[in-house]
Nanobody, 119 residues
Framework: QVQLVESGGGLVQAGGSLRLSCAASGSRGSINAMGWYRQAPGKQRELVAAITSGGSTNYADSVKGRFTVSRDNAKNTVYLQMNSLKAEDTAVYLC?????????????WGQGTQVTVSS
């Protein structure tokens, strides 16, 4: 059974930094993309950042230059370094993995971690 365990959320003042981590366990197959979505109250879930197994990255325009996604393939862990945080970054952040297993492509999600930025 695949499990994603997130950590690193919390309360921070505007302009501050946080680092999120998400460790995947129990996967059988190869993890293609890993990344982070976020969902704020009353808003749709949006992609924040993603990184492929080869290291290619993709970011939402709203976080470019402030957030950095990285991964440790040996640990099946993805990170999100968030700098210069703004009040509008407040949301539940969910990690995900795109897993290729026995010829099937599957997505798995973490339980979410709250990030609150006070202005």
């Amino acid at each position: 059974q695949v499990q994603l365990v997130e950590s690193g959320g919390g309360l921070v003042q505007a302009g501050g930094s946080l680092r999120l981590s998400c460790a995947a366990s129990g996967s059988r197959g190869s993890i293609n993309a890993m990344g982070w979505y976020r969902q704020a109250p009353g808003k749709q879930r949006e992609l924040v950042a993603a990184i492929t197994s080869g290291g290619s990255t993709n970011y939402a325009d709203s976080v470019k230059g402030r957030f950095t996604v990285s991964r440790d393939n040996a640990k099946n862990t993805v990170y999100l370094q968030m700098n210069s945080l703004k009040a509008e970054d407040t949301a539940v952040y969910l990690c995900y993995i795109d897993l290729i297993s026995y010829g099937s492509r599957l997505n798995y999600w973490g339980q979410g971690t709250q990030v609150t930025v006070s202005s």
